[in-house]
C-alpha cells in the first residue's frame, strides 16, 4: 500500500465523511445529482488516487488516456463527491471552440432585444459562463472538479489555446479586457481532461499536465465493480463467468481497446441476473451478441 499525505482518500467517502456537492452536467446543465452511470466508482487503483492528489498538491490539470468505457469520464465526478466540491463537465467536439469553455455569446438574444426595443445596456446580459468561468469564480465560494471530456475531438488548436487560462487560472473579462476572472487564493479548481487517442496533442499541452493512462479492466477490477453495483443481488459464480467472456474477448477483437467497456459489462451481467439467463446457453449466445459484440471487428455477429 502507498503511504503519503492525501488530499484526495477515496476511504473517507466509503466511511461516510465525504460532504456534499453540487453536479452540474455536461454543457453546464445543472442538476441536483450525477449521472447514474457514474454512482458508483471503485478505486480499486492505487496509481489513479496518486495521480488525483499530485495534480492536486501541483496545481496541474490531469489528462487521462484509455479506451472508451476505462473510467476516464466517471472520474471526475467522483472526485468532486468525495472532496465535496461542485462539479462541472463540457463535453469536447470537433465544433467547440476555445471561449465555449470560457463563455458563450448569445448573439441571437442581442439581435431580439435590439429589434424589440428592449436592449439592455449591460453587455454582460449576453455571455453565458462556460464550466472554467464557473469553476474559477463559483458563487457558493466552494472548489471545484471540472472535466473537458474528449478533448482529443477538437481542433488541435483548442488544447494550446488553454494553457494560458489553466496556468495562470484567469482569463480577461470578455467585453472589458482590463478585467479578469480569476480562481482567488484557496479556490483554484481541480481540472481532469480526457482523451480516446484518436489524435496526437501538442507536447507543451502535455508538459503542463500531470498524465495517467488507463488500461483494460482486470478481472478482479470488474467483479468489484459488479459487487459495488449490485449489492444483495451479487452472483460471484455468474459475474465471474461473464468477466471471464469479456478478457476472452481480448484476445480475438481486432482491436483489444475496442473491446467491450465497463458498462457493458455491467449491461450484461444485469441482463442476465434479471432475466435468468445463463452463460453457455442458447439464451446466452443471442444476449451477448446484443450486448457486448455490438458489431466489433473480430467478433461473429447474431446468426
Not at 472548489?143 to 483548442?158: F, G, H, N, T
Request: aromatic share 8%; proline share 8%.
Amino acid at each position: 500500500m502507498l503511504r503519503y499525505d492525501k488530499e484526495f482518500d477515496p476511504a473517507a467517502y466509503q466511511d461516510g465523511t465525504a460532504r456534499t456537492g453540487r453536479c452540474e452536467g455536461a454543457e453546464g446543465d445543472s442538476g441536483a445529482g450525477y449521472a447514474a452511470d457514474d454512482e458508483v466508482y471503485v478505486f480499486d487503483d492505487e496509481r489513479v488516487v496518486l495521480a488525483v492528489n499530485v495534480a492536486l498538491k501541483t496545481g496541474r490539470p490531469l489528462l487521462l488516456f484509455g479506451p472508451p468505457g476505462s473510467g476516464k469520464s466517471s472520474l471526475a465526478p467522483n472526485v468532486a463527491r468525495v472532496l465535496g466540491w461542485n462539479y462541472h463537465a463540457h463535453v469536447v467536439t470537433a465544433r467547440t471552440e476555445p471561449e465555449d469553455l470560457l463563455w458563450r455569446f448569445d448573439a441571437l438574444k442581442r439581435l431580439n432585444d435590439a429589434q424589440a426595443h428592449m436592449l439592455d445596456d449591460d453587455i454582460g446580459a449576453y455571455y453565458a459562463q462556460g464550466p472554467l468561468w464557473r469553476a474559477f469564480a463559483p458563487e457558493n465560494g466552494r472548489r471545484s472538479v471540472v472535466l473537458l471530456d474528449e478533448i482529443d475531438k477538437a481542433d488541435p488548436d483548442l488544447p494550446n489555446s488553454l494553457l494560458g487560462p489553466l496556468g495562470s487560472l484567469s482569463f480577461p473579462m470578455p467585453w472589458d479586457d482590463r478585467e479578469s476572472v480569476s480562481a482567488a487564493p484557496g479556490q483554484e479548481p481541480f481540472v481532469v481532461i480526457t482523451s480516446n487517442d484518436e489524435r496526437e496533442l501538442p507536447r507543451p499541452f502535455l508538459r503542463r499536465c500531470v498524465v495517467f493512462e488507463f488500461g483494460p479492466p482486470s478481472r478482479s477490477h470488474l467483479l468489484r465493480v459488479a459487487a459495488s453495483h449490485l449489492g444483495e443481488d451479487y452472483d460471484e459464480q455468474l459475474t465471474g463467468q461473464v468477466a471471464d467472456y469479456i478478457l476472452s474477448l481480448r484476445d480475438v477483437v481486432t482491436d483489444p481497446a475496442a473491446g467491450p467497456s465497463t458498462a457493458e459489462f455491467l449491461d450484461a451481467l444485469k441482463a442476465c441476473h434479471q432475466l435468468g439467463v445463463t452463460p453457455g446457453t442458447e439464451e446466452w449466445d443471442m444476449l451477448r451478441t446484443i450486448t457486448l459484440h455490438k458489431r466489433r471487428e473480430g467478433l461473429e455477429p447474431l446468426a
